[in-house]
């Protein structure tokens, strides 16, 4: 079983810009899907980004793209998100999560990191 912690989020200003990072146990890292999901208080969640095993292509939701960036590092078995430009609608807690398929939708992530909060004030 694969475990997931992330780690990198806080309160930033609107225009700011965040890194997550989503360290994974699990020796067989490379064969997964890694995908950031994040879901604001009373609202569904929201897929926000994939990369496959190979590390592209990478699946970007509408309200993201062009403004975060998902990457990932097999070597350190290690998944990033790189926010720019954040704006107060991003604020969320933001999940990092595992797949053994590529996929836009949360319900085909297996693993689930325990969640960082992410907070843009206006």
């Known amino acids: 079983q694969v475990q997931l912690v992330e780690s990198g989020g806080g309160l930033v200003q609107a225009g700011g810009s965040l890194r997550l990072s989503c360290a994974a146990s699990?020796?067989?890292?490379?064969?997964?899907?890694m995908g950031w999901i994040r879901q604001a208080p009373g609202k569904e969640r929201e897929f926000v980004a994939a990369v496959t095993w190979s590390g592209g292509p990478t699946y970007d939701a509408d309200s993201v793209r062009g403004r975060f960036t998902v990457s990932r590092d097999n070597a350190e078995n290690t998944v990033y998100l790189q926010m720019n430009s954040l704006k107060p609608e991003d604020t969320a807690v933001y999940y990092c999560?595992?797949?053994?398929?590529?996929?836009?939708?949360?319900?085909?992530?297996?693993?689930w990191g325990q969640g960082t909060q992410v907070t843009v004030s206006s």
């Open positions: 999560a595992a797949a053994n398929r590529r996929s836009r939708f949360s319900d085909a992530y297996n693993y």
């Open positions: 699990e020796g067989t890292f490379n064969n997964y899907t």
